[in-house]
């Protein structure tokens, strides 16, 4: 098994904007279909800030939840699975198996994020990967440690003017662990933070975008295959088990937008709908 090959699932037009457009969006983590998804870590966090904060003024611990929470911005992320050919991956996020699952390199996204971070956020990156966990009792651990600290640190007296340096590692940690329900899945993501950049980086490199999707609003960034990096950003296709496109017709359609060295399979699985 290659690990650095990782499988992003979708439809039939997900899967030939990501081939014309040469690019991935990255999409708001409130538009996710699971509304727990990006707030399974974070809820649990706040949990513990009440808990250690019982008996104090009401309206302070208030203050300070809600100090916490607006800083904890929504990020921007696309997932894939280490499951190159997997049933309930189909079934969940390619359509019902008339989809696709494009094998991605993750060596070609390597980021080099340091260069357009705002001059206080030195110790977080804007985009990078993030291997999902599903460990409670690691999760419960890492709740407690930052927990304690924040609480231990703060002053009822002032507001929360800056974001402490542990915010940041929380808003990673919450993109990172999900409930473990969704094991199975072996999710990998791509995580990106626009509030970490320079402004100026911001608006002309990474402009916000919207689409229209199931009829939502949704907000997302693209992150465009680069020209200049050697080698295809894209390993192998894997075309869904009641999808009927002929592999004939994606090599052309790869020929077309100049892709080459991309490997195309049909689905081992048999599975009638």
Not at 27 to 49: A, C, G, H, R, V
Not at 60 to 80: A, C, E, G, H, W
Not at 82 to 97: F, G, Q
Not at 109 to 131: C, G, H, M, T
């Amino acid at each position: 098994m290659n690990n650095d090959i990782v499988y992003h699932y979708c439809s039939p037009d997900a899967f030939l904007g990501i081939i014309k457009n040469k690019s991935l969006w990255l999409s708001s983590t409130k538009s996710l279909n699971d509304p727990n998804d990006s707030k399974y870590f974070f809820n649990k966090f706040l949990e513990e800030i009440k808990r250690l904060n019982v008996g104090k003024n009401k309206e302070d611990v208030k203050n300070l939840l809600d100090s916490i929470s607006k800083q904890l911005r929504s990020p921007y992320i696309i997932s894939f699975s280490k499951k190159k050919d997997d049933l309930n991956m189909w079934r969940a996020y390619s359509l019902l198996t008339n989809g696709f699952s494009i094998g991605f390199n993750k060596r070609y996204f390597k980021f080099d994020s340091d260069k357009y971070l705002e001059p206080n956020y030195k110790f977080v990156r804007f985009i990078d990967w993030a291997d999902l966990k599903y460990k409670e009792n690691d999760m419960d651990q890492l709740i407690s440690y930052f927990a304690d600290k924040i609480v231990k640190e703060w002053n009822p007296s002032e507001r929360l003017s800056s974001p402490p340096k542990e915010i940041f590692s929380i808003s990673k940690l919450n993109m990172m662990y999900k409930d473990p329900a969704f094991k199975e899945e072996e999710e990998t993501r791509i995580i990106f933070r626009p509030n970490l950049i320079q402004e100026s980086k911001l608006i002309h490199e990474y402009p916000l975008k919207f689409r229209i999707t199931q009829n939502k609003l949704i907000s997302y960034y693209e992150l465009l295959f680069s020209e200049e990096k050697e080698g295809s950003p894209i390993s192998e296709i894997w075309i869904g088990p009641n999808n009927e496109s002929k592999i004939s017709e994606i090599s052309l359609l790869l020929e077309a937008h100049k892709y080459s060295d991309i490997k195309i399979r049909k689905s081992n699985i048999k599975f009638s709908l």
